[in-house]
Nanobody, 124 residues
Framework: QVQLVEAGGGSVQAGGSLRLSCETS????????MGWFRQAPGKEREFVAA???????YYADSVQGRFTVSRDNAKNTVYLQMNSLKPEDTAIYFC??????????????????WGQGTQVTVSS
């Protein structure tokens, strides 16, 4: 089992920045690919970004150039730096862990483990 705990959500005006973090436990962190997904009201959960065990990064087109995913294996933590936020980025953001050797999350397919979610609200 893998436990994921997100932090860092909040409210910000358009153009602002937030940094989300997700600390994991229960499995060796460097064996996991990590991803971020989000779900806006009335919409399906969608892929945002991922970082492989080898540190390769992957982004949805809607956040490319504005969001940066990173990981700190010493702290068992993955981060999502969100800049130039837009009202359409408003959603609950979920951390996801993918233990597979293929890195399905790198292609937008979630792994087996989810965090509880953290709310991000961007006002215009």
């Amino acid at each position: 089992q893998v436990q994921l705990v997100e932090a860092g959500g909040g409210s910000v005006q358009a153009g602002g920045s937030l940094r989300l973090s997700c600390e994991t436990s229960g499995r060796t962190f460097n064996s996991l690919a990590m991803g971020w997904f989000r779900q806006a009201p009335g919409k399906e959960r969608e892929f945002v970004a991922a970082i492989a065990r080898t540190y390769g990064t992957y982004y949805a087109d809607s956040v490319q150039g504005r969001f940066t995913v990173s990981r700190d294996n010493a702290k068992n933590t993955v981060y999502l730096q969100m800049n130039s936020l837009k009202p359409e980025d408003t959603a609950i953001y979920f951390c996801n862990a993918d233990p597979s050797t293929y890195c399905y999350v790198c292609n937008g397919r979630p792994g087996n483990y989810w965090g509880q979610g953290t709310q991000v609200t961007v006002s215009s």
